[in-house]
Nanobody
Framework: QVQLVESGGGLVQAGGSLRLSCAAS????????MGWYRQAPGKQRRLVAT???????NYADSVKGRFTISRDNAKNTVYLQMNSLKPEDTAVYYC???????????????WGQGTQVTVSS
């Protein structure tokens, strides 16, 4: 089974920056799209940003111009640079990846365990 491990969360003041990382490890043949979701207390998990293996990106309107998603395909790692953070960005952030394992004929979507981001006002 492939594991996705996030890092980089923490507490930051409004207007500050954080960079999240998520590394996939295990029996990986290929990874297509990777992305980040977030879930605030009492709310549904929502898409933040996605990136294809070719580098095409997509963002939620609420983070456009402030967050940047990128990836290092050689390291099977996706990043989320978060600038100009707001208290409403406070949430648990989850990474996700569309994975194909060796000796498998189908993809599946893997999830990380989540990392807490707290933005104080």
């Amino acid at each position: 089974q492939v594991q996705l491990v996030e890092s980089g969360g923490g507490l930051v003041q409004a207007g500050g920056s954080l960079r999240l990382s998520c590394a996939a490890s295990g029996s990986i043949f290929s990874i297509n799209a990777m992305g980040w979701y977030r879930q605030a207390p009492g709310k549904q998990r929502r898409l933040v940003a996605t990136i294809t293996s070719g580098g095409s990106t997509n963002y939620a309107d609420s983070v456009k111009g402030r967050f940047t998603i990128s990836r290092d395909n050689a390291k099977n790692t996706v990043y989320l640079q978060m600038n100009s953070l707001k208290p409403e960005d406070t949430a648990v952030y989850y990474c996700t990846a569309d994975i194909r394992e060796y000796y498998s004929t189908r993809n599946y979507v893997g999830w990380g365990q989540g990392t807490q981001v707290t933005v104080s006002s």
